[in-house]
């Protein structure tokens, strides 16, 4: 993987500094999260077949950082990467934050959000379909697992999170 | 008036779980192989996942069909014929067959177990129905989607089997059963590989302008402005330039799917059995909301109330719909 070049990335002044925290903070909280999904969720990675390897980059437009994940069962990666160090993924999937976790949690129809134009893909469009695929054959909220995790505080997050964007956790015309 | 079942689709063992949740009267799926059309990566059921899929459907009532519905190439017919000796193994109800070997082997071989005919048969007359009625005892036959309401009221005269008809989803070309156009430009094909525009040949392309072109095997086959709604990356609904064109337009079919459900009255009026919605490749969410809104809806209607019908225009491709040919033949 080689990093993106610096001129596709645009920058606010004192974003970078934040991003690298952000990240720092966020990285033990992202590791066991993955973890966990994975112990309890094993069948996701058949779903993923050759693609268990393939770098994701996962794009949530207003954070200062993107996420990154190789969903390899012998060596999970799951971390918070400033953008301008971004690794050049096999598949990028970018979208608001809470629309990306809505589709993880099958509150939202991820071709929906992709004929809307909410939802981007660039790269391995079949790397993609499967990640899609296998996250959508699990059962119950990854959101509500994850948060749930740390507790009480955990569950308060996710509740500011929901109150900050509330366009994304509206239910849909169709809901 | 007819059962008006409403038969729903899962590309996974939780969209199963989901779509019996919200009110299926019975579920299709498919294996992970070319048995069936929607042979996506990453989707479908294995043996295992089916049995427990037949066990939880059944348990609540609802009815499975597994989808044989491509054509075995020659010399590969075994793939087929295994896969409906596994599906009469774990007790589904119901198969959903377009090739005549497979139609024919299932009826020799588990003649208790029922024959659906699938649209990639497309099978529009009832000379063609009666045929596959008499030759292989089928059940039920899925209406390729170029009728309109007064000749299936017809047809349903004239056949005897019952009928199904799509109310819901992906709206590709009138030739079910007959397009090579992904053939054409991968080397796979949609009736007897089970995919159209594999995954693996499709590729989105972001302009520094915000537009984006979906390309398939390398050929650009739309390209869409920053504001504009985008489709599937299927041949059929591709913008091309021509001579008298030369600004590009959809030259066979547009992003659009078929939402049939002011239409409901009228089809159970004229006979139509079972209501199929589209959409093994989509996601829970899809099938919980369109699931839900049609069970609602046909409930009304069975209860001679107004159906109150949900507006489904979010999960519509290109955000775009059409009652097609069931209105007019003008449709395209
Ligand atoms: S190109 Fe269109 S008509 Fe042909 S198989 Fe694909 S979706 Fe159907």
Same mark, same amino acid.
């Given at each position: 993987?080689?990093?993106?070049?610096?001129?596709?990335?645009?920058?606010?002044?004192?974003?970078?500094?934040?991003?690298?925290?952000?990240?720092?903070?966020?990285?033990?909280?992202?590791?066991?999260?993955?973890?966990?999904?994975?112990?309890?969720?094993?069948?996701?990675?058949?779903?993923?077949?050759?693609?268990?390897?393939?770098?994701?980059?996962?794009?949530?437009?207003?954070?200062?950082?993107?996420?990154?994940?190789?969903?390899?069962?012998?060596?999970?990666?799951?971390?918070?990467?400033?953008?301008?160090?971004?690794?050049?993924?096999?598949?990028?999937?970018?979208?608001?934050?809470?629309?990306?976790?809505?589709l993880?949690?099958a509150?939202?129809d991820g071709d929906?959000?992709?004929?809307?134009?909410?939802?981007?893909?660039?790269?391995?469009?079949?790397?993609?379909?499967?990640?899609r695929?296998?996250?959508d054959?699990?059962?119950?909220?990854?959101?509500?697992?994850?948060?749930?995790?740390?507790?009480?505080?955990?569950?308060?997050?996710?509740?500011?999170?929901?109150?900050?964007?509330?366009?994304?956790?509206?239910?849909?015309?169709?809901? | 008036?007819?059962?008006?079942?409403?038969?729903?689709?899962?590309?996974?063992?939780?969209a199963?779980?989901?779509?019996?949740?919200?009110?299926?009267?019975?579920?299709?799926?498919?294996?992970?192989?070319?048995?069936? /059309? $929607?042979?996506? #990566? &990453?989707?479908?059921?294995?043996?295992?996942?089916? @049995?427990? =899929?037949?066990?939880?459907?059944?348990? *609540?009532?609802?009815?499975?069909?597994?989808?044989?519905?491509?054509?075995?190439?020659?010399?590969?017919?075994?793939?087929?014929?295994?896969?409906?000796?596994?599906?009469?193994?774990?007790?589904?109800?119901?198969?959903?067959?377009?090739?005549?070997?497979?139609?024919?082997?299932? /009826? $020799?071989?588990? #003649? &208790?177990?029922?024959?659906?005919?699938?649209?990639? @048969?497309? =099978?529009?007359?009832?000379?063609?129905? *009666?045929?596959?009625?008499?030759?292989?005892?089928?059940?039920?036959?899925?209406?390729?989607?170029?009728?309109?309401?007064?000749?299936?009221?017809?047809?349903?005269?004239?056949?005897?089997?019952?009928?199904?008809?799509?109310?819901?989803?992906?709206?590709?070309?009138?030739?079910?059963? $007959?397009?090579?156009?992904?053939?054409?430009?991968?080397?796979?094909?949609?009736?007897?590989?089970?995919?159209?525009?594999?995954?693996?040949?499709?590729?989105?392309?972001?302009?520094?302008?915000?537009?984006?072109?979906?390309?398939?095997?390398?050929?650009?086959?739309?390209?869409?402005?920053?504001?504009?709604?985008?489709?599937?990356?299927?041949?059929?609904?591709?913008?091309?330039?021509?001579?008298?064109?030369?600004?590009?337009?959809?030259?066979?079919?547009?992003?659009?799917?078929?939402?049939?459900?002011?239409?409901?009255?009228?089809?159970?009026?004229?006979?139509?059995?079972?209501?199929?919605?589209?959409?093994?490749?989509r996601s829970k969410s899809y099938v919980?909301?369109?699931?839900?809104?049609?069970?609602?809806?046909?409930?009304?209607?069975?209860?001679?109330?107004?159906?109150?019908?949900?507006?489904?225009?979010?999960?519509?491709?290109?955000?775009?719909?059409?009652?097609?040919?069931?209105?007019?033949?003008?449709?395209?």
């Amino acid at each position: 993987m080689t990093p993106t070049s610096e001129s596709t990335v645009r920058l606010r002044p004192g974003e970078g500094a934040i991003a690298r925290l952000a990240c720092l903070v966020l990285q033990p909280a992202l590791t066991r999260v993955v973890r966990r999904v994975a112990a309890r969720h094993p069948s996701l990675f058949a779903r993923l077949g050759p693609h268990q390897t393939t770098d994701f980059l996962i794009d949530p437009v207003e954070l200062p950082f993107a996420l990154h994940l190789r969903p390899d069962p012998q060596a999970l990666v799951f971390r918070a990467v400033p953008r301008e160090s971004a690794p050049q993924a096999g598949a990028t999937i970018r979208g608001r934050f809470l629309l990306l976790l809505e589709l993880i949690d099958a509150e939202q129809d991820g071709d929906a959000a992709f004929f809307s134009r909410d939802l981007e893909v660039s790269g391995d469009t079949e790397a993609v379909v499967r990640l899609r695929n296998a996250l959508d054959d699990m059962d119950g909220s990854l959101a509500e697992e994850a948060s749930a995790m740390f507790g009480a505080p955990g569950r308060a997050v996710l509740a500011r999170l929901r109150r900050a964007y509330p366009d994304a956790t509206k239910p849909r015309e169709y809901a | 008036m007819s059962l008006a079942e409403l038969i729903c689709p899962a590309g996974t063992p939780a969209a199963l779980r989901t779509a019996v949740d919200a009110g299926a009267d019975a579920v299709y799926c498919g294996f992970q192989d070319a048995t069936n /059309a $929607r042979n996506f #990566p &990453g989707l479908n059921f294995t043996p295992d996942e089916l @049995a427990e =899929a037949v066990a939880y459907a059944h348990a *609540r009532g609802t009815k499975l069909l597994l989808a044989l519905n491509t054509y075995p190439p020659a010399g590969k017919v075994d793939l087929w014929r295994q896969a409906a000796d596994t599906g009469a193994r774990l007790g589904v109800d119901s198969f959903i067959v377009a090739d005549m070997g497979v139609a024919d082997y299932i /009826a $020799r071989t588990y #003649p &208790g177990i029922r024959l659906h005919l699938s649209v990639q @048969a497309a =099978a529009s007359s009832p000379e063609a129905i *009666r045929y596959y009625c008499e030759n292989f005892g089928v059940k039920r036959v899925v209406l390729p989607r170029i009728l309109t309401i007064p000749e299936i009221r017809q047809i349903r005269r004239e056949i005897p089997c019952e009928i199904e008809t799509f109310i819901f989803g992906n709206h590709g070309l009138m030739v079910e059963g $007959r397009c090579s156009l992904t053939n054409y430009l991968t080397g796979q094909s949609t009736n007897m590989d089970g995919v159209c525009s594999p995954a693996s040949d499709v590729e989105y392309v972001r302009d520094a302008d915000g537009s984006m072109s979906s390309q398939l095997a390398g050929f650009t086959i739309d390209r869409f402005g920053p504001e504009e709604k985008t489709g599937y990356p299927t041949i059929c609904k591709g913008r091309y330039a021509a001579p008298h064109r030369p600004e590009g337009y959809y030259a066979f079919e547009e992003p659009i799917s078929l939402n049939l459900s002011r239409l409901l009255p009228d089809l159970i009026e004229a006979g139509v059995h079972a209501f199929k919605i589209e959409g093994r490749q989509r996601s829970k969410s899809y099938v919980r909301g369109v699931v839900r809104a049609f069970r609602a809806a046909v409930d009304d209607i069975k209860a001679g109330r107004e159906a109150n019908i949900a507006d489904l225009i979010a999960l519509t491709e290109g955000q775009k719909q059409t009652q097609g040919a069931f209105e007019t033949k003008k449709w395209r």
